[in-house]
């Protein structure tokens, strides 16, 4: 038996109260993240984005996450919130997503045709990691809907980010099943859009961290 020592990366999406983001702070989450994208339940605008960003604790990471918004709402966005980090949902092409100067991730649509690991390496050679979410091509995501974690791509020499339908229930199946290299959580630890669940949050973190720890054959 070897213990895994890896540390799974955790992020909080869709993000609405500035108490929330100071619980997972607290909680030792590694990442918030606002959503910009039109459409979205958890949608919240560029100014409210910045007073909320005021409790974000040190060392944590805020992702502003777009689905096909036009390049000057985004920059609206870097201007008003200063993310660290920027995640794409829609299809955004290497050149876009790449014109902000900013890291960023390229979220994955697993609800069609698999793409391998080669074919989004080399659609997306600047991006800092990759996102597989539970949508289909051309859908919102945030579902809540978890999809064959056997579908994800294999040899992909990226850091990537496991979405769609996790929750407290399921995150430790998925840590040491998969071994990402981080999740990202919205509606799993809501108790209603954009309203995130104490306990949920917690356990979500617990589950995690008790997956970290899990001694693997």
């Not at 910045?50 to 000057?72: G, H, S, W």
């Not at 979405?163 to 229930?169: F, I, M, N, S, V």
């Not at 108790?191 to 979500?204: C, V």
Request: glycine share 10%.
């Amino acid at each position: 038996m070897t213990r895994n020592l890896y540390r799974t990366r955790i992020k909080f999406c869709g993000m609405t109260r500035a108490g929330d983001i100071r619980l997972a702070g607290e909680l030792g989450v590694d990442a918030v993240g606002f959503i910009f994208a039109k459409g979205s339940p958890r949608r919240v605008a560029p100014a409210e984005a910045r007073a909320m960003r005021q409790a974000t604790a040190p060392m944590v990471d805020v992702v502003a996450l777009f689905r096909n918004n036009p390049r000057e709402e985004v920059r609206e966005v870097l201007r008003t919130v200063r993310p660290t980090l920027l995640q794409f949902h829609g299809e955004e092409d290497e050149a876009f997503c790449r014109g902000f100067n900013l890291p960023y991730l390229k979220a994955i649509p697993m609800g069609g045709e698999p793409m391998s690991a080669r074919s989004l390496q080399l659609a997306y050679p600047t991006s800092a990691g990759f996102l597989f979410d539970s949508h289909a091509p051309g859908a919102q995501g945030g579902t809540g809907v978890a999809f064959d974690w056997s579908q994800l791509p294999t040899g992909l020499h990226r850091p990537f980010l496991l979405a769609g339908g996790l929750h407290p229930e399921n995150v430790f199946d998925a840590v040491t099943s998969v071994l990402p290299w981080g999740v990202d959580v919205s509606s799993g630890i809501e108790s209603e859009p954009g309203i995130k669940d104490g306990y949920r949050m917690r356990k979500f973190v617990e589950e995690v961290r008790r997956a970290d720890c899990h001694e693997m054959s």
